[in-house]
C-alpha cells in the first residue's frame, strides 16, 4: 500500500526512511497518522526533518498518536511536560559517557517497554552526534535455523543496574551530570522477557537481547550465558542491519523499540548536544510460542 498523505524516502538497506510533507507543530488528521504509522512498521524508524518550532507541548501530542505514556525511570521530566525529557551533553562533558552510548531497546529491562521512543533535536553539535539503528528482524532472521530455534525457546533477564545501580556508570554524578538522571536500588530489579519477541503488528520474530540491559539468559549464570550473548550482541549490530541519522536542527526521530536497537554516537566532545525524548508503551513482549497460541486460537 502507498503513501498518499505523506512522502517516505528509505535511507538505507535495512531500515530506516525520512518521511516529508508533516507538520508536527499541529495536530494531525487520523489519515495522516494511519500512514505514520504504516511507514513506521515498514521501517522501523522514521526521521522528520525542519520541525524547529516544536515544542514539549507538540511532541508530547505527536507521542500520544501512537500509544500511551508510561514510567520514565531513572530520569526526571521537564516543568513543561512530565512525560518528555531533556538529553543533554555540555561542551565540557567530553570525555563522559552520553545517554544512550551502548547499543540497547529503550527501558526493556521493564515490564512493559516502550514501543515507540520520540526524539527531538533542540541543540546540535557542529559536526558528530549521529543516531545508529539496527534491524533486529534481520539480526534473528539471518542465524541459522538451529540457532533461531534453540533461542526461540530461551528468556533473558534484564536489568538496568549497570546503567542506574548504585555502582552503574550514572550513580557517579560527574557522568552525565547536565540530565535529571535518579540512580538507586531499584534498578537492581530483574525482569524476564523472551529473547525472540514477536512484533504485535509485523507478526515478525525480531532478537530482543542487548548489551545494556540483557544480563543472562532464564536458568543459567551470568558465566554460562555470556559466551552465547557476546555473539548475540555482535549479530544484533551487523553493519548491514543498521542505518544512520545524521541530525538536522530541529529533527524529530522516531523509532520501534520492538525491532530495533539503537546508539547514540558520542563524537562531538567540545560541543553541547540538547534533545528531548518521550516514550509510549508497547505490549508486554510476546514469545514465540505465545504469538503461536494466540494465531491458533
Ligand atoms: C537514546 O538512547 O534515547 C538517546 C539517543 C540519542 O541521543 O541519539
Redesign the pocket.
Known amino acids: 500500500m502507498g503513501y498518499e498523505r505523506i512522502a517516505v524516502r528509505r535511507i538505507a538497506g535495512a531500515c530506516g526512511a525520512e518521511v516529508s510533507g508533516v507538520d508536527l507543530t499541529k495536530p494531525l488528521d487520523e489519515a495522516t497518522v494511519g500512514e505514520i504509522r504504516q511507514a513506521i512498521v515498514e521501517h522501523g524508524c522514521l526521521f522528520f526533518r525542519g520541525q524547529p518550532g516544536m515544542t514539549d507541548q507538540d511532541q508530547a501530542r505527536f507521542a500520544q498518536y501512537f500509544g500511551k505514556f508510561g514510567k520514565e525511570p531513572f530520569v526526571e521530566g521537564e516543568e513543561t511536560h512530565p512525560n518528555v525529557i531533556a538529553?543533554v551533553k555540555e561542551a565540557d562533558e567530553g570525555g563522559k559517557p552520553n545517554?544512550?552510548g551502548t547499543w540497547?531497546s529503550?527501558w526493556s529491562f521493564l515490564e512493559t517497554p516502550p514501543a515507540f521512543?520520540f526524539?527531538h533535536a533542540r541543540e546540535l553539535p557542529p559536526y558528530g552526534g549521529d543516531?545508529m539503528f539496527a534491524s533486529q528482524y534481520l539480526a534473528y532472521e539471518s542465524l541459522s535455523p538451529g540457532l533461531r530455534a534453540t533461542l526461540d525457546g530461551l528468556r533473558g533477564v534484564y536489568s538496568a543496574r549497570v546503567s542506574y545501580g548504585p555502582a552503574g556508570a550514572f550513580a557517579d554524578n560527574r557522568n552525565a551530570r547536565s540530565m535529571k538522571i535518579r540512580t538507586g536500588p531499584e534498578a537492581l530489579d530483574e525482569m524476564v522477557h523472551p529473547v525472540v519477541r514477536v512484533h504485535a503488528e509485523s507478526g515478525r520474530r525480531a532478537l530482543y537481547v542487548n548489551p545494556a540491559y540483557t544480563v543472562r539468559f532464564e536458568g543459567m549464570t551470568e558465566r554460562e550465558s555470556q559466551p552465547l550473548l557476546a555473539f548475540l550482541f555482535e549479530q544484533a549490530v551487523r553493519p548491514e542491519f543498521t542505518c544512520r541519522f545524521t541530525w538536522s536542527p530541529g529533527a524529530l526521530a522516531m523509532w520501534d523499540n520492538r525491532c530495533l536497537q539503537?546508539f547514540?554516537i558520542n563524537d562531538y566532545g567540545g560541543f553541547r548536544r540538547e534533545?528531548r525524548?518521550s516514550t509510549v508503551i508497547g505490549e508486554r513482549p510476546i514469545a514465540v510460542a505465545e504469538a503461536g497460541t494466540r494465531a491458533a486460537a
Open positions: 538529553v545517554f544512550g540497547h529503550d521512543t526524539l543516531t539503537h547514540a534533545m525524548r
